[in-house]
């Protein structure tokens, strides 16, 4: 599915509109029976933001209808009331609405509140957010990556700040965050405290349903929550649009539909977990949905006339890992599938932004075991060293298409692997050959155990810039080591070059790299 906005909005118009429809389209009920009055369990979130428009959410406590006002100033002079929506118990109470018709280029303003469904006089206090519309026109654009929140069984700990991470993010007032998947551990315990390999105790806040692996709808539902009452995470929720793609750890570690489980889940069919999974995540993120395939993760967001952003799935359309995995391209060996293949160099090939981002959910040549206390099986693309075979063959369809296609500018961002890296792609020392240099880059963990780091593949001849991990010694280092990473990424509107860097959870710059941009 490609989000495209070509319809420019002025602030100018957007104003009138809004006060030729009248604020008071939709009455805003007086705020009564205080102890009745629905709440916002969660904070606001906002998302898939493009030039006229963008995704609010919420979540409420009860049956009730989500009020949504917007404007382009902070005091809300001349809001745009719009027409309520219902959260009921089929989505847990969440509710989540497209905000159209925004002026690009802009501040934006929202004001969630709910009323309650069965007596609609009754109204809860409101929660405000914001986020900046898309630019029609060649200004600076920022955003951060990152990924892997609450793994490891390390979890909400006040003592340590909580997930402070997402505060080092939000200092750089980005126009959104690129979510590069685990954005849970569906099959992570949180117990009330866990010892650090220093011996000292981390503390972590409990949710009953964190007590064991996820198999119900509302198990994974409390998963996305259990994050949400982090302080840290709400307030950058509020400020910052989310881009946000799944990995594994939604579902279950390494999972696949041939996934075979482990004792400790009681529902043995990774089919219905998966089922289960998805709609709990898409109930949980202000994401636009597929009309073409409900559910779909994989989505390309235009965010100005420098930066498209392609986010990938590359689970749900994967191969079973069978035994013909090395041996040829099948149906065994995919990794993002036949449509999502055509889908994504359509939308390369029609992409006329100065920076085509790719967003993948695992790393094109770090080795990631299926079973990696034993090192084996192929968890990622990589198959070992020597020329492409099995899942790379995908990789090296789409890098040979980019370069025959010539299409300019393409960069990769990926987490997955808990530690920060940056991978230069030299067709010159690779096994495949037949594609022009490109960068890729690794963030994360935002809030989980650091590894790393993982061996490299040589087919398609990535040459190590820069690399921050613990070493094979210091495995699963929690967020109180200070090894939690992002990246931060700056598009010049005037020049279109990009700076890349890598910054550890005090925002301290740990790489950078400028990229200048070839003419498109």
Do not use: C
């Amino acid at each position: 599915m490609t989000i495209r906005f070509s319809r420019k909005l002025t602030r100018r118009h957007f104003l009138s509109t809004a006060a030729a429809a009248g604020a008071g389209v939709i009455a805003m009920p007086y705020l009564s029976r205080a102890a009745d009055r629905p709440v916002i369990t969660h904070g606001v979130q906002s998302g898939d933001v493009g030039v006229d428009g963008g995704v609010v959410w919420a979540r409420a406590d009860r049956p009730s209808q989500m009020m949504v006002e917007v404007a382009t100033t902070e005091s809300f002079k001349d809001a745009r009331a719009l027409p309520p929506i219902t959260a009921l118990p089929e989505s847990d109470f969440t509710a989540k609405m497209l905000l159209e018709n925004l002026p690009s280029g802009q501040d934006i303003f929202y004001r969630v509140r709910f009323r309650d469904l069965a007596h609609i006089d009754v109204v809860g206090e409101p929660v405000v957010g914001r986020f900046r519309t898309a630019p029609s026109d060649r200004r600076d654009v920022s955003f951060v990556w990152g990924g892997d929140v609450a793994g490891q069984g390390w979890g909400i700990n006040p003592d340590d700040g909580g997930m402070i991470t997402f505060s080092a993010m939000k200092k750089h007032a980005p126009d959104f965050f690129l979510h590069s998947g685990d954005t849970i551990y569906a099959d992570g315990i949180i117990t009330a405290e866990q010892k650090q390999p220093d011996g000292k105790i981390w503390k972590n806040i409990t949710i009953p349903e964190k007590a064991k692996v996820a198999e119900t709808l509302d198990e994974y539902r409390a998963a996305h929550k259990y994050n949400f009452l982090d302080s840290n995470l709400r307030a950058f929720n509020a400020e910052v649009p989310i881009f946000v793609q799944w990995d594994d750890h939604e579902v279950t570690n390494n999972w696949s539909l041939s996934k075979q489980l482990p004792a400790a889940y009681k529902e043995r069919d990774i089919n219905v977990l998966a089922a289960r999974a998805a709609k709990a995540f898409h109930e949980m993120y202000p994401m636009r949905e597929s009309i073409v395939e409900p559910g779909r993760v994989y989505r390309t967001l235009s965010y100005g006339p420098h930066l498209d952003v392609f986010m990938l799935d590359e689970r749900s359309y994967r191969g079973p890992n069978g035994p013909n995995l090395q041996e040829q391209y099948g149906p065994d060996a995919y990794f993002i599938g036949p449509d999502q293949m055509a889908w994504l160099k359509r939308a390369l090939l029609n992409s006329r932004a100065t920076w085509k981002v790719i967003a993948s959910d695992m790393p094109l040549s770090l080795i990631v075991y299926d079973d990696a206390a034993n090192k084996k099986g192929s968890e990622a693309f990589a198959q070992g060293d020597g020329p492409a075979r099995g899942r790379e063959l995908e990789i090296a369809d789409i890098l040979r298409f980019i370069k025959t296609a010539g299409i300019a500018n393409t960069v990769w961002l990926t987490a997955d692997v808990h530690y920060a890296a940056a991978h230069y792609y030299n067709p010159n020392k690779a096994q495949f050959q037949e594609f022009d240099p490109f960068w890729e880059f690794v963030s994360g963990p935002l809030h989980a155990g650091t590894f790393g780091p993982n061996e490299l593949d040589n087919t398609f001849g990535p040459e190590v810039k820069f690399v921050k991990a613990p070493g094979e010694a210091n495995q699963n280092l929690p967020p109180s080591a200070g090894m939690q990473f992002f990246g931060h990424v700056k598009i010049d509107g005037k020049s279109g070059q990009m700076t890349v860097s890598l910054r550890d959870r005090v925002d301290a710059e740990l790489w950078a790299i400028t990229l200048d941009p070839k003419p498109v």
